[in-house]
């Protein structure tokens, strides 16, 4: 085990890291006891138990994650017979408020099973290794993997499938055909509730955001490396209406589009438009909002 204590300027990173642990075998029952922090026990092998601050009790089989939070009681540890291997990771920071608010943390959820448990060991590892004393760059490199360590946790989600949600999958696809989310919903024989669900649960945001991120995401690409009109972009993303397009990528992307192309235009080959229609017009026509603004 090692324990670090990073200083307020490493805080305005958003997340720290304040410890890490490796251990094997018949460990010792952790608690009952309450953090001031977050910490992620990763099992990648062996069974155990965890109960709840009410008193019930829940298996806990590898692969596996479990999650501690603030101020919320636990108590855990292995089946003596077996034991488990754990590695854990406690951080802290202001930026799993917005980690939690996206689904990466859940605290409702205190055992979570994963399909793997390769990639968080990995990254729980790495952030050994750099605990080594004497390291100038302890607190930005520990810092830094608390994000990957979030991200390689959600991406290892039993429920979750490796390679992608087929629904998002979908909704990528066809972002820019001008679909509603009610459309969208119903191609998934879904209702709009149902789809904002389910896309929530994988991706930590509602179907319209997403489908608007993918939206000036390819608008971005074609204001940088085409010289087709800012109206024309708009239609080939799925808005008809170019002053709508105008307001909705200044308020996201946080400048005009116009300014846009001037800071990141691109020098391209002659025959890089080739694959897009002069009038920026897709098969299927213009298109219109997702959803209102």
């Known amino acids: 085990m090692r324990f670090f204590t990073p200083g307020a300027v490493h805080h305005r990173l958003g997340l720290v890291c ?53 101020g919320v009681p636990h108590h855990y540890g292995p089946d003596p017979d077996t034991g488990w ?16 608010e996206l689904g990466y943390i859940e605290p409702e959820r205190p055992v979570v099973p994963l399909s793997d448990a390769t990639g968080p060991r990995d990254v729980i590892a790495r952030i050994a290794r750099a605990a080594r004393r ?50 969208h919903a119903a191609r998934h024989g879904m209702t709009p509730a149902e ?34 009109s800012v109206a024309a972009v708009a239609r080939r993303v799925g808005y008809d209406d170019p002053a709508y397009f105008s307001r909705l990528f200044t308020r996201r992307v946080g400048t005009a589009p116009v300014r846009f192309r001037t800071m990141q235009s691109r020098a391209v080959p002659d025959d890089w438009n080739a694959g897009f229609p002069e009038d920026g017009l897709g098969e299927d026509g213009p298109a219109t909002p997702v959803d209102g603004p």
């Open 85 to 100: 291997d754990e590695g854990f990771v406690t951080f802290t920071g202001p930026d799993t408020a917005t980690y939690t």
């Open 134 to 183: 004497g390291n100038p760059l302890l607190e930005v490199e520990t810092g830094a993997a608390v994000h990957e360590l979030l991200v390689a946790l959600r991406r290892a989600r039993a429920d979750l499938a490796p390679d992608g949600d087929p629904v998002l999958h979908a909704l990528a696809r066809d972002a820019c055909t001008g679909m509603t989310v009610a459309d």
């Open 195 to 228: 789809l904002r669900s389910a896309v929530r649960r994988v991706a930590g945001c509602s179907p319209k955001d997403y489908l608007i991120g993918i939206r000036l995401g390819r608008a971005q690409e074609l204001l940088a490396t085409t010289e087709l």
């Open 18 to 70: 304040l410890g890490v642990g490796l251990q094997y075998g018949a460990v010792p029952a952790v608690g009952p006891r309450v953090l001031d922090g977050h910490v992620a026990v990763v099992i990648s092998s062996g069974r155990g138990w965890y109960r709840t601050p009410d008193g019930r009790r829940t298996a806990v089989t590898a692969p596996a994650l479990v999650w501690l939070t603030p």
